[in-house]
């Protein structure tokens, strides 16, 4: 070999020489810069956008006790010393103190990520836990000595960008600001149902040609409601206006001006699954103390509220009942113009609650505020077959919204009122439905066979009590060929 060859090898080796030492460089800055991405993805850019990481520093209801959310972590202090950081395989969203089992000691409540979906203990048909991130609730006691878990929740199930503890509730809001509330239940967690849904009927006005039909097939009246089971059963709570007292003598069975129900109409009542009745009517005395004792005493033997009208010989005012679905206390009101003229017993001065002392009435509701989240008067009022409310209706219409009254339904003109929205000057809203017909009647008037199925929804929010929907479903009174009267769904 040449010395130029010599020298041209020795060059070339150290060209290899440097470009391994670069690629050498360039393969170990890859890898470092891979890691410490990956490390931050694991950190912090695998979680979704829509997250709030909290920092903040409250104190617990004794001030002995704070704690401190910064970097995903929570600490815990007593009286300034460190007692407790939050594990680092944990990532701290936000954590509140909270008496959330009502025992009077708070505790210290976390919402945060962890790896996989379920705690130490899996269930036994899942063979590995996932890999990913996903949201927990964790709960804690804790003292000056220690904090001990109380419930360390598997995913929750759902998103939660902002949680949130109102009267012993957990309150969880979703990116998309929907709320759902969560009951502590001893063992843990229980997300609760918050809506109440209503559905309600107008006046249950059997005429003769009803009660003649249904004698001539086994004295049944269930097809009265055949055609309206679905929207019954699906309600919360279903409610029907009885115009008129039930007897149990078929010799009495009679109809306008003075009416005698057949107590079997009670029965398909009972069995369609109505959970209330009002029966506070122009029509309540039309049998005299007699026919309320059997009204009332049948729907309290069949576990059927019945508003409006007291047993003989009860001394006091009994003007409201409290009902109370999905922790919502509702307050149930049902008065009536009048009694047809027909005088109340000078012994039973609140056998029929009348629509007439307006300081009495106030001072009922003002009372059953008080015993409750939500008032509903249900009120037997108006002008019969006019299709707009009368002065009367309009008067006590602002005399409800002044009270802050959240809903009224009317019954007696027989046919249908407008329904809408009013609002008094504190922003206070209250559904009013003036009128919502027949339920069924046989009653020859064209504006009498049209009425209607008011259906609203109750729900509890984080603020309280609302009014989140509500509606008029049209209802049509039928003639069928062989004298059938029955109830249509719509127009």
Not at 309 to 321: A, S, T
Not at 329 to 352: D, K, Q
Not at 367 to 393: C, L, M, R, Y
Not at 409 to 419: D, W
């Amino acid at each position: 070999m040449t010395i130029q060859s010599a020298r041209y090898m020795l060059r070339k080796r150290k060209s290899l020489t440097k470009y391994f030492h670069r690629i050498t460089s360039v393969i170990i800055i890859l890898v470092c810069t891979g890691a410490i991405v990956y490390t931050s993805l694991y950190n912090t850019c695998s979680f979704p956008n829509w997250i709030t990481w909290e920092k903040k520093q409250i104190q617990d209801r004794s001030a002995q006790y704070e704690i401190i959310i910064k970097d995903q972590t929570v600490s815990l202090l007593h009286h300034n010393a460190l007692i407790w950081t939050s594990p680092a395989s944990i990532k701290v969203q936000d954590a509140i103190f909270c008496d959330i089992d009502g025992n009077g000691e708070e505790e210290l409540l976390l919402l945060c990520w962890k790896k996989g979906r379920y705690g130490q203990h899996k269930p036994f048909w899942v063979e590995e836990d996932e890999t990913s991130w996903s949201q927990h609730i964790f709960l804690y006691t804790y003292s000056a000595d220690e904090i001990r878990p109380k419930w360390m929740s598997s995913y929750i199930g759902q998103d939660v960008a902002a949680m949130r503890v109102v009267a012993s509730r957990l309150w969880l809001t979703a990116p998309d600001g929907e709320n759902s509330a969560w009951k502590w239940d001893s063992w843990g967690f229980t997300k609760q149902d918050t809506s109440v849904t209503f559905t309600v009927f107008g006046d249950n006005l059997i005429h003769e040609p009803i009660y003649r039909y249904a004698q001539k097939h086994g004295d049944t009246y269930d097809f009265l409601f055949e055609n309206v089971l679905d929207a019954i059963t699906q309600s919360d709570l279903a409610i029907i206006n009885q115009e008129t007292p039930f007897t149990d003598d078929p010799s009495q069975y009679s109809d306008y001006p003075r009416f005698a129900t057949p107590l079997p109409v009670g029965s398909a009542i009972a069995k369609a699954g109505f959970d209330v009745v009002t029966c506070a009517t122009n029509h309540a005395l039309d049998l005299g103390s007699t026919g309320i004792h059997t009204t009332k005493s049948f729907f309290e033997e069949n576990d059927i509220l019945c508003l409006g009208i007291q047993h003989v010989g009860e001394k006091e005012k009994q003007p409201y009942e409290i009902v109370t679905r999905n922790g919502i206390r509702f307050a149930l009101l049902n008065y009536t113009y009048g009694t047809n003229g027909i005088p109340m017993p000078s012994e039973n001065p609140y056998m029929v609650h009348l629509l007439e002392d307006e300081a009495a009435i106030r001072q009922d509701i003002e009372n059953a505020k008080s015993e409750s989240d939500f008032v509903i008067v249900f009120a037997h009022w108006g002008t019969e077959n006019a299709p707009q409310p009368d002065e009367f209706q309009q008067e006590w219409a602002n005399i409800f919204l002044d009270c802050q009254v959240d809903i009224v339904v009317g019954t007696h003109p027989h046919t249908l009122q407008p329904y809408t929205v009013l609002r008094d000057d504190s922003g206070h809203e209250m559904l009013l439905y003036y009128s919502i017909g027949n339920f069924i009647s046989a009653q020859s008037e064209r504006s009498c066979i049209k009425g209607g199925m008011a259906t609203f929804t109750v729900s509890l929010t984080p603020d309280g009590c609302a009014l989140t929907q509500y509606s008029l479903t049209p209802l049509t009174i039928a003639w069928q060929e062989g004298g059938k009267y029955e109830v249509e769904v719509g127009e």
